[in-house]
């Protein structure tokens, strides 16, 4: 199957030609009720994933983090401790897989770089003044390019989520088209910010707006608001790729970003991926974690399965 | 019918006595049926004597058929749809409409009560009062019933669904042998006062009320088909109507006890609602809800309701 | 399948455990406070739908123990009717409680000899019984608010007849607003299912009832029908087919006796082209699907518009294909067994006719366990109003897909069956909802959702559906003097 986005726009070609015929598109996407979402997604919750079937997905689910740090207050320091963990996540267990990607700002992703160098993590930077987003086009794509230049592997660009809550649907598609070019190699993951879109129709449309202007993740949050990733909100959005490559036949990954936390969380993802999408899509190059602590429960589960006695937090490493 | 020799008709009493003065003979009414809005004879072209309380001849009433009941049922069914989607408010001024022409033709029906019951002219002109009456009852009834027996009922979950009295659809309505004016329009309009439409047979010795009553429904702004009455053999009639497979209900009312257990048993084929008679001793008594809520059904109707957004969930 | 799918995501078994429920060898009947024998000393067996494995062996009631059981329920009446309302009140919540305490032993219990999924028993009839003694117990005390007089009076006796489908849920109904309003009664369980009706005359000890109040009667149509003719019995209350309950209208004819009947269906689930599809699939698949389709009010025909029939058809077809067929004690199994071999036997009869008829047949790729009853999830397509299979009610997870080309077609296809239970109506347009509700003849009507149940909400079907309504307030007045 194709695997690049390039062939989207083409199959959709008209769609995009204007802003009328855009939202058109947009609004004319069937329409999402909440309880029925919600309910099928807390119903896909209960399935109950033990021994074999967790382990396998314990360890697809450290190959699916994209260990993260975003504050602040991030050091060189902290980005070399964040690598090292992601190369080896487990120090006592080498059998354990590496994460995808580290995701750092764009002023840390040399740093990055040289602490995963080697190891097939990926880098990926946040950009586009991330995380509101709120700065002129030119900023934005300096931002992508300077990161890009720094060798990312990935950007995490997000959207003007003001421009898409003003129905201003080309803008937004034309900034991503910008991005997706200044990203050159990179894949780029489109951040929807779904809490601040608010109603599943926005996400829907606002998956669909990504994945026409050549998104090649499309993710849920920043983790800097409230309300991120959800299994509603995913499940939302894996729909949506299934659709987009049912019609195009260009495959988009997702990323739930913030709020992970629990192995249990993530597991839940998984059954979500595995029974919504399917299983092409069970592949850190189509389905990735952006968290951080989730990390660490992952591996404390994948020591409680291989020693049978519950680990404590002095067991993983606090990076 | 009756096997006591007839006496003439009341108002040739005196005919024939040679007297020298000849009084007006009056023009006398022949009796029809009304279905669908019109006012057939009996497809079988029968007829039988019906007399007062004392034997004698009052008219030639139509002894309708199964077909003239069948014919009623198709009249019924076809003016279900427009009078159970009318609003309530509108049936309501249609019922009121009723009482309004029957207040009009008042001394006829105390005439015609009088004669079929037997009752001084005093005692009808009650019953006739009190008849008048139940159809403004009913009247007020119509846009209030849903709210005393449908509701919002308050579910676990995110959705919230509201229950509401339906009309049942075509109802066979038996109506009292005793009471031929009263008693038939207290099972008649709490019937269609809710939507419903009605073949009723009316009372079988005494079913001129019933059939004039027709003529009133006709200019009272009632679609026709709503109310069809028919006269004749109430055994003879009800039996087609019980095993009726297009007919939803049937108020037994006007039913012995073993003819009733008959039509229950025929009823049950397609499962029909069934109103037992009950003994009655006073139709002027204040009626309950209970002959309305007997021919509604209960349809309660489920909506989602969730957050007003896509941030209330959480796992 | 699942199974047959390429996924690398194996789901390991996640069997519930047996252990927490403890199942006698023998049951007796439940008369009088008391288990005891047939009088005649006759027993059934009841077996496991998912194994044939026996699990118990039941006493089986016959017309002397009927006799036994009313006069029972009649003598205790006496004092249950004459109790003060709050006091019946605080019995029905004691069980409430006792059934939430128990409610994994039940769960386990029910998916036993029912053959239904752990995860359907588990979180839907479990935690809708106990709603349902939850809401009825409030009312003991209150009835004299429901509208239905200053003080409505009990009937006597109930007799009550139920089905295997919800066994344990359909004893709640019955029950629980039976002995609010102060009546006592004889209940009798379906013969494939009588397991959780016989635990819950445990419950009922526990609880400290008073002997007579509740006595349970295992058994065949036999039984039932001399319960629902025994004299001394003041109402009836059936769940089940529509031909047994056209055989009880006839037989309480020209008695006193009070009836509601709560029958069979061919529930119209109509797709509108403006539906939110995902949420209408799962809809159709809540459908049809849960508890195997042997569900009365189940959206057996699916209606689509025309123009998103082929959209709707194949998410619907990918859907079926991650239902996981198997085990009904996994806690990831979506499709169990049917509940027995009779049953089986009725839904292959009737899928091979729709097959003659014509119609198109399709089900994923699934394997069958090798014993136990069971029947994959089926869709019949090319279906005409004119098809067996979309006007009989099939009782098995078998859908008969329908179109129509405007609103009003579809409601007239969506009306023409004898049944009128149920209907299903998917649009994101709210007066399309409305209109469309309106002129639907069926008690429950589902929009943009399907297959919620709610102890305050009346429940009962129109035309050869039934008549009566079971649960909210409407409920009280099968079940009183009114």
Redesign the interface.
């Given at each position: 199957m194709p695997t690049t986005a390039s062939s989207a726009a083409h199959a959709l070609t008209d769609v995009t030609a204007s802003d009328g015929s855009l939202r058109r598109f947009l609004h004319g996407l069937p329409g999402v009720d909440t309880v029925g979402l919600e309910a099928r997604a807390a119903s896909l919750g209960t399935r109950s994933i033990k021994t074999t079937a967790k382990a396998y997905a314990i360890d697809l689910a450290i190959s699916m983090v994209d260990l993260t740090t975003l504050e602040g207050a991030d050091t060189p320091g902290k980005v070399r401790a964040l690598g090292a963990k992601a190369v080896h996540p487990d120090p006592t267990d080498r059998a354990t897989p590496t994460t995808a990607a580290v995701c750092v700002y764009p002023d840390m992703v040399a740093t990055a770089k040289e602490a995963v160098a080697g190891s097939g993590v990926k880098v990926a930077s946040v950009a586009t003044a991330f995380p509101a987003g709120r700065a002129a086009l030119d900023v934005k794509l300096a931002d992508v390019r300077d990161a890009v230049a720094a060798g990312a592997d990935e950007i995490d660009m997000v959207i003007d989520r003001g421009a898409f809550l003003a129905g201003k649907y080309l803008k937004v598609y034309e900034e991503i088209v910008a991005v997706k070019e200044a990203s050159g190699a990179a894949r780029l993951k489109v951040i929807f910010e779904t809490g601040e879109l608010s109603t599943y129709d926005n996400i829907r449309r606002a998956s669909w707006l990504g994945m026409l202007a050549g998104a090649d993740f499309i993710k849920t949050s920043t983790g800097k608001v409230a309300v991120n990733a959800t299994p509603a909100n995913t499940l939302l959005m894996l729909e949506a790729v299934r659709d987009f490559r049912a019609q195009t036949g260009v495959q988009v990954g997702v990323k739930p970003a913030g709020g992970i936390r629990t192995t249990k969380d993530a597991v839940k993802f998984l059954v979500l991926v595995n029974e919504t999408a399917g299983t092409d899509w069970l592949d850190n190059h189509w389905f990735r974690f952006g968290a951080s602590s989730l990390l660490n429960d992952l591996l404390m589960q994948r020591q409680k399965l291989a020693t049978g006695r519950y680990s404590g937090p002095d067991y993983v490493t606090v990076d | 019918m009756s096997d006591k020799p007839k006496k003439a008709h009341k108002g040739e009493q005196g005919h024939g006595d040679g007297a020298a003065e000849h009084r007006r003979l009056s023009v006398l009414k022949t009796y029809k049926l009304y279905v669908g809005g019109k006012f057939p004879r009996s497809e079988s072209g029968r007829v039988y004597e019906v007399t007062d309380s004392k034997g004698t001849w009052l008219a030639n009433a139509p002894r309708a058929s199964r077909k003239d009941a069948r014919d009623a049922v198709v009249a019924a069914r076809k003016a279900f749809g427009g009078w159970s989607g009318a609003t309530a408010y509108n049936r309501g001024q249609v019922l009121y409409r009723v009482a309004e022409m029957l207040e009009g033709r008042r001394s006829q029906f105390v005439q015609e009560v009088a004669d079929a019951e037997g009752l001084s002219r005093s005692k009808a002109a009650e019953q006739v009062d009190a008849t008048i009456d139940r159809w403004v009852w009913y009247a007020g009834w119509t846009d209030k019933i849903a709210q005393?027996?449908g509701?919002g009922?308050?579910?676990?979950?995110?959705?919230f669904?509201l229950?509401t009295p339906e009309p049942?659809g075509v109802v066979a309505v038996l109506a009292p042998q005793e009471s031929s004016f009263l008693g038939l329009v207290s099972v008649v309009a709490p019937v269609i006062a809710t939507g419903n439409t009605a073949v009723v047979i009316a009372s079988e010795r005494s079913p001129l009320p019933a059939l004039s009553l027709g003529e009133v429904l006709a200019t009272s702004d009632l679609p026709g088909g709503v109310v069809n009455v028919l006269s004749g053999g109430t055994a003879e009639i009800a039996a087609p109507l019980a095993a009726h497979q297009d007919v939803?209900a049937i108020d037994l009312a006007g039913a012995g006890?073993e003819l009733?257990?008959?039509l229950?048993?025929a009823?049950?084929?397609?499962?029909k609602?069934?109103l037992r008679p009950q003994p009655v001793d006073d139709w002027s008594a204040t009626p309950g809800i209970?002959r309305m809520t007997a021919f509604l059904?209960?349809?309660?109707?489920?909506?989602?309701?969730?957050?007003?957004?896509?941030?209330?969930?959480?796992? | 399948m699942a199974s047959a799918m390429a996924s690398a995501f194996e789901y390991a078994p996640a069997p519930e455990s047996r252990s927490v429920v403890d199942i006698a060898p023998s049951y007796g009947l439940f008369i009088d406070g008391e288990f005891t024998e047939a009088a005649d000393g006759k027993v059934f067996k009841t077996v496991s739908p998912s194994t044939e494995e026996v699990l118990s062996e039941v006493a089986q009631a016959g017309a002397e123990d009927v006799d036994r059981a009313v006069a029972a329920a009649r003598r205790a009446f006496v004092k249950w009717s004459a109790l003060p309302g709050s006091e019946r009140a605080k019995y029905l919540f004691r069980i409430a409680r006792i059934i939430q305490e128990r409610s994994r032993e039940l769960a386990v219990l029910e998916t036993l000899d029912n053959g239904k999924p752990i995860k359907e028993t588990r979180d839907t009839d479990l935690p809708l019984v106990a709603a349902h003694f939850f809401y009825y117990a409030g009312w003991a005390d209150k009835l004299g608010h429901a509208g239905l007089g200053a003080d409505p009076r009990p009937l006597g006796v109930a007799g009550q007849v139920i089905p295997w489908n919800f066994p344990l849920l359909m004893l709640a109904w019955k029950i629980a607003p039976a002995l609010a309003t102060g009546n006592t009664v004889v209940l009798k369980p379906a013969e494939t299912t009588p397991l959780s009706a016989l635990f819950f005359a445990d419950i009922c000890r526990q609880a400290g009832l008073p002997r007579g109040v509740v006595n349970i009667l295992p058994g065949y149509g036999d039984t039932g029908a001399a319960l629902v003719a025994h004299p001394d019995v003041d109402k009836v209350a059936f769940t089940g087919s529509t031909a047994v309950g056209k055989a009880i209208a006839r037989q309480v004819a020209g008695t006193r006796k009070k009836v509601t009947l709560e029958l069979g269906g061919k529930g119209a689930n109509i797709v509108f082209d403006d539906a939110p599809i995902d949420q209408a699939v799962e809809g159709i698949v809540t459908g049809i699907f849960f508890n195997q389709g042997q569900v009365c009010c189940a959206g057996s025909r699916l209606l689509v518009q025309e123009s998103v029939q082929e959209e709707l058809l194949d998410s619907l077809k990918r859907r079926l294909s991650t239902l996981r067929l198997g085990d009904p004690l996994d806690k990831n199994t979506d499709i169990g067994a049917i509940n027995s071999a009779e049953q089986l036997t009725r839904i292959n009869a009737l899928v091979e006719q729709g097959e003659a008829e014509g119609a198109e047949r399709w089900s994923p790729a699934c394997e069958l366990p090798s014993s136990g009853y069971w029947f994959a999830p089926t869709l019949f397509t090319n279906v005409t109003q004119a098809h067996t299979v979309a006007r009989d009610e099939i009782f098995g997870p078998v859908l008969s897909v329908l179109t129509f080309r405007t609103p009003d077609e579809a409601v007239a296809k969506a009306n023409n069956t004898q049944y009128g239970l149920s209907a299903g109506i998917w649009t994101e347009k709210g007066s399309r909802i409305l209109a469309v509700a309106n002129k639907l003849r069926a008690g429950v009507v589902w929009s943009n959702t399907f297959n919620k149940f709610d102890p305050t909400s009346p429940f009962g079907g129109y035309k050869e559906s039934g008549y009566g309504r079971e649960g909210g307030r409407h409920g009280l007045e099968a079940y009183l003097d009114v």
């Open positions: - | 005393v027996v509701g009922n308050p579910v676990a979950g995110p959705f669904n229950s049942t939803n006890e009733a257990k008959e229950e048993i009823a049950a084929d397609n499962l609602r069934v209970d059904e209960t349809k309660t109707v489920w909506h989602p309701t969730g957050a007003l957004g896509a941030s209330g969930s959480s796992y | -």
